[in-house]
């Protein structure tokens, strides 16, 4: 309902184009969650044909924002201060990455992109579940003044509706999918390419995140540890 009533005001007031922020759970939804962000990438790109060209409508999907509020490093890092167990569902998960810069510099690039109609990826790495634990309570622990013996782990197991691996593309999306600089671009149709001289396509049947490169132990740490830099500013 909250997207329909942004694409009702873009239309109302002639706002030349929209991007919704969708997120990797709406290639192949699995729960709620990635239920209403496929449905908001249908709401947004079926305006596309109400618009008649005068504006555009489009979508860009995100993978895992590191640090971002709720996210996994935010409460590990709280559960260490609070002597709280790590709660682990599985640790051969793996999830796509990108830090907030990077999620902003997407939805800049799709603004001055997008024709209309299309979704931007970005071609993103991923981390496993098992490498932040051992991060958190090999590096981090002990600069939080957090003792090793202080830490426990729980491991759950998958609840309903969690995936062991994420998609960014499904199956049926994957012969529009097309490669702009550091981006992927799921177009309307493969006829859309002309619109776009430095598109080639991509070679690509699918996009998981037990395919792509894992960011490294090293890599993980200092996400981590810039997200502790952030929180001690804010902090004051």
Known sequence: ????????????????KIITISTDKAAYPANVMGACKFIA??????ANKMSRGKQSFSCVRFGNVASSRG??????????????PLQVSDPEVTRFIMEIPDAVRLVIAATEH???????????????????????????APRLNVPKNDIRVNTS??????????????????SRLYELKDMYV???DTES???YPAVKKARLSGYASSDVELISKDE???????????RSRLQG
């Open 220 to 230: 993980i740490e200092q996400i981590v540890v810039k997200y502790l830099e952030r």
């Open 1 to 16: 309902m909250g997207t329909q009533n942004i694409i009702d005001l873009a239309f109302k007031h002639l706002v030349s």
């Open 186 to 188: 799921l177009l309307p």
């Open 157 to 174: 197991g998958l609840v309903a509706g969690e995936k062991l691996h994420e998609d960014l593309i499904s199956d049926t999306e994957s």
């Open 71 to 84: 996210s996994v490093i935010p409460v590990y890092v709280e559960d260490l201060l609070n002597r709280n």
């Open 114 to 140: 997008a024709e209309g109609g299309e979704i931007f990826i970005l071609k993103m790495k991923a981390f496993k579940l098992a490498d932040l634990v051992d991060v958190m309570i090999e590096r981090i």
């Open 41 to 46: 990438e249908r709401i947004t790109l079926n």
């Open 193 to 195: 390419s002309i619109k």
